[in-house]
């Protein structure tokens, strides 16, 4: 099982940036998909990134061009770099691998 641990999360100005971690450690099968998710206040959670198992990053358009996804392998680390923040991005911001997620980190961006 693997356990997973996101930080990164904050107050943020409009037009500032975040960038997200997620540790994961335990059973980790480096071709299980992994993806950030995001759930508003009194919003269905919704796909922020995903990264397939051939290894493409697809983003939802609402981040296209302002969200980059990475990861550090030997750090089984990995994270969402969040630039041109917009209020509409404030959030609970989840990190998953697989089956398995975090416990979630806010992201609030606010003036």
């Known amino acids: 099982q693997v356990q997973l641990v996101e930080s990164g999360g904050g107050l943020v100005h409009p037009g500032g940036f975040l960038r997200l971690s997620c540790a994961a450690s335990g059973s980790i099968f480096s071709n299980s998909p992994m993806a950030w998710h995001r759930q508003a206040p009194g919003k269905q959670r919704e796909l922020v990134a995903i990264?397939?198992?051939?290894?493409?990053?697809i983003y939802a358009d609402s981040v296209k061009g302002r969200f980059t996804f990475s990861r550090d392998s030997a750090k089984n680390t990995m994270y969402l770099q969040m630039n041109s923040l917009k209020p509409e991005d404030t959030a609970v911001y989840y990190c998953?691998?697989?089956?398995?997620w975090g416990q979630g980190t806010q992201v609030t961006v606010s003036s």
């Open positions: 990264v397939s198992r051939g290894g493409t990053t």
């Open positions: 998953s691998i697989g089956y398995s």
